[in-house]
């Protein structure tokens, strides 16, 4: 089992945004735990081998800046 990746995430602020955010990591890492804070804007990414750089790709491509 891989080790929890975390992202920091802006421009979220609804459950809306959860969802878009675990959809969007979930299309390019099925399988993959995905818990977003709103609050602080992380996003925690578990069960992955996916390089982070695809993740962050994937939540960029959703419409929101990656801060980390």
Request: hydrophobic share 50%; charged share 15%; with cysteine.
């Amino acid at each position: 089992m891989s080790e929890a990746i975390v992202i920091k995430v802006e421009g979220m602020g609804c459950q809306s945004c959860v969802a878009a955010v675990q959809k969007a990591v979930g299309a390019v890492a099925p399988g993959a735990g995905v818990e977003v804070n709103l609050g602080s804007g992380d996003v925690t990414i578990t069960n992955v081998a996916l390089p982070l750089s695809a993740l962050k790709a994937a939540i960029e491509g959703a419409g929101y800046d990656v801060k980390s």
